[in-house]
Every structure is written in structure tokens, then in C-alpha cells.
């Protein structure tokens, strides 16, 4: 049962951060991208300025360094961010299956020494099936440790076959619904249906219309993340469509944070 106050929309028509509903981002970035604007140059610093104004508590965070050329600085400036900042930024660890030899050794460091809680994933940046014998380590180590993991990917099937491999992994498709990135939504939905250890990140610039509210009808509150791929994207037109969308104040807050604090074992109550 929900405690926090109810009325989302109204509150969010007339511009109040929702200060007293728990927002967690789920899918966030840090950093500059090549070819690609980046306000304020993606810092810890921006992104908090960004955050407060729209009442967002926390964000998860992977540089953009780590999926693209170089995951070692790329998880080194995250921790930094998170010992700095530890109530705002829960670190993606981000492994490259290009180098097998290192990807149990970079989980181990990353959780141990570097304060991660979770596992981040990009097979199209490094150019790898998500299918591959190399990210076996990854299942294993999300397995035996119970963390979350959120990986890009366009082809759907890759988590058919995932899902039904590891039941005791939480998988996190990135982009889900996004016209730009998943283009068979009823084969996604059938899949997420079958599969309770699936879950939905809303990330995406371009969603298809109506897609929170056929999630939540078809797979359920409970499975829907939200995401904003911040500073990559403003957080504020993502956060919207969530606030906007007809379902259910609880429903919203399932999605809004309170989903995927139950996946990485976040105690909301000192948060809020």
C-alpha cells in the first residue's frame, strides 16, 4: 500500500518537483558522446542542479566513456561520482566482452573496491551478440550476487532466450517501446509476459504513443521502469510521460522509483 501523497498530475501541471514521491532513474549516463550535444558536459554537478529542479532522488548512472572506447576510466570516474555524491548516483559496473579475459576481474573490482550495484550492457557499441559465450561471466556474477542488469539491445529474442536461461537474473531491456530501437512491441510484450525476471526501462526519444499505459495493462505496474538516458536527454520529457500517462498514482510510483529500488534493496524511507 502506498503512503505518499496522491494527485501526481496536478501537482506536476502547476511545476512542484514531487518532493515527497520517491523518483529513481534507472537508466542515466555521465559524460560527454561523441558528435552529440551534452549539456553543461554531462558532469555529476549538472546532472544533480538537474535533478533537484525536478525532484528526481537518485539516478544509475554508467559513463559514456565505459560503452564506448574505454570501460575501465569510464567505471573509475562513475565511482568517483558515487563517493562524492553517495545519495544521488547508484553505479552501472560496464564490462566489454572484446576483452574476455577481464570481465570477471572488472565485475569483482567494480563491486568491491568501486561501490556498483548493478550491471550495465551496450552489445551494440561493442559490437558483440549480447548472446556471446564472452558475457556468460556477467550471468553468473548477476546471478550469485542478485544485481540487476540493463543492456541495449534491438533484438528482443536475445532476451527470450536469456530470460528462460537465467530465471534467477533480473534482466533490464533499455529502450523498451522506442520506436528507434524496438520495432516488434508485441512480440516484447508477449515476451515480458511469459518471463516475470524481464523488466521495461521507458528510456527513449522517440516512444511510441500510448506505450505506458499498454505496458502497464499487458505486463504490469510492477515491471515498468522509468528512465531518462540523462544528460544524453533531458530528463524532464521522459519524468512527463510518466506524470501524464492514465494510470493509476500508484501505478506511478511503482514506476517512478519504487520498481527498481526493490531491485537493487534500496530502504526508500531514508530517502524521502
Known amino acids: 500500500m502506498s503512503t505518499y501523497t496522491k494527485k501526481i498530475l496536478s501537482r506536476a501541471k502547476q511545476g512542484r518537483a514531487l518532493k515527497d514521491v520517491f523518483i529513481l532513474d534507472a537508466h542515466g549516463h555521465m559524460g560527454l558522446w561523441y558528435n552529440f550535444y551534452i549539456p553543461k558536459d554531462g558532469t555529476a554537478k549538472s546532472m544533480i542542479e538537474e535533478m533537484d529542479y525536478l525532484g528526481i532522488n537518485k539516478v544509475c548512472v554508467s559513463a559514456h566513456l565505459s560503452i564506448g572506447p574505454d570501460y575501465k576510466l569510464g567505471n573509475n570516474l562513475i565511482s568517483k561520482a558515487i563517493k562524492e555524491n553517495p545519495d544521488r548516483f547508484i553505479g552501472y559496473a560496464v564490462v566489454n566482452p572484446n576483452y574476455p579475459e577481464d570481465v570477471e576481474k572488472e565485475l569483482?573490482?567494480?563491486?568491491?573496491?568501486?561501490?556498483?550495484?548493478?550491471?550495465?550492457?551496450?552489445?551494440?557499441?561493442?559490437?558483440?551478440?549480447?548472446?556471446?559465450a564472452n558475457y556468460s561471466p556477467v550471468w553468473e556474477y548477476a546471478k550469485k550476487y542478485n544485481?540487476?542488469?540493463?543492456?541495449?539491445?534491438?533484438?528482443?529474442e536475445a532476451y527470450a532466450k536469456l530470460c528462460k536461461k537465467y530465471p534467477d537474473v533480473n534482466f533490464i531491456l533499455a529502450h523498451a517501446g522506442s520506436i528507434s530501437d524496438t520495432f516488434h512491441l508485441d512480440r516484447l510484450i508477449e515476451i515480458a509476459k511469459k518471463f516475470n525476471n524481464l523488466y521495461l526501462d521507458l528510456t527513449g526519444s522517440v516512444p511510441y504513443f500510448g506505450i505506458i499505459e499498454k505496458f502497464v495493462k499487458e505486463v504490469g505496474p510492477e515491471r515498468v521502469l522509468y528512465g531518462s538516458d540523462i544528460p544524453f536527454i533531458d530528463a524532464a520529457g521522459p519524468?512527463?510521460?510518466?506524470?501524464?500517462a492514465k494510470i493509476k498514482d500508484e501505478d506511478k510510483e511503482k514506476i517512478l522509483g519504487l520498481n527498481m529500488a526493490k531491485l537493487l534493496d534500496i530502504n526508500i524511507l531514508d530517502t524521502i
Open 239 to 244: 519524468l512527463g510521460r510518466v506524470l501524464y
Open 147 to 156: 544485481c540487476p542488469v540493463l543492456s541495449h539491445i534491438k533484438n528482443v
Open 108 to 132: 569483482k573490482r567494480c563491486f568491491e573496491n568501486l561501490g556498483m550495484k548493478a550491471i550495465k550492457l551496450h552489445a551494440s557499441m561493442h559490437n558483440y551478440s549480447v548472446n556471446g
